[in-house]
């Protein structure tokens, strides 16, 4: 719809595929911020939360999985900065892009296209 009303056409009109790529930002990963090694507790609500599976949690120590981000799946959507626990800032966070790029799709296509219903914001 925003590419529809844009009074200038600075955005241009994707289809769903293309908007599913396109990569406007990239996430960032501040582990020393992260509350799996700073509180030794649970989290995951980023790799929950990332539609793309850009974010993906690994094996930390004594049972705990931390998260662990490929940029390249990353599209800059901020589900995972939105949802991340730990404030004032968060352990996960959006820098945008000047330009938009196309992102990697996932190896696991069909968990790429699985629906999201409850994204969180």
Do not use: N, W
Not at 74 to 87: A, L, S
């Amino acid at each position: 719809m925003c590419s529809e009303v844009c009074p200038t056409q600075a955005l241009k009109p994707l289809s769903v595929a293309e908007k599913k790529l396109t990569q406007v930002g990239i996430a960032q990963f501040r582990p020393e911020l992260c509350i799996v090694p700073t509180q030794h507790a649970d989290c995951g609500a980023c790799a929950e939360h990332c539609p793309t599976q850009a974010v993906r949690m690994i094996p930390y120590k004594d049972g705990l999985t931390i998260p662990s981000l490929d940029q390249s799946l990353c599209i800059g959507c901020g589900g995972c900065e939105f949802i991340c626990p730990v404030r004032p800032f968060q352990a996960i966070y959006v820098e945008g892009e000047f330009f938009h790029h196309t992102a990697c799709a996932p190896a696991d296509a069909e968990l790429f296209e699985e629906k999201v219903d409850d994204f969180g914001f």
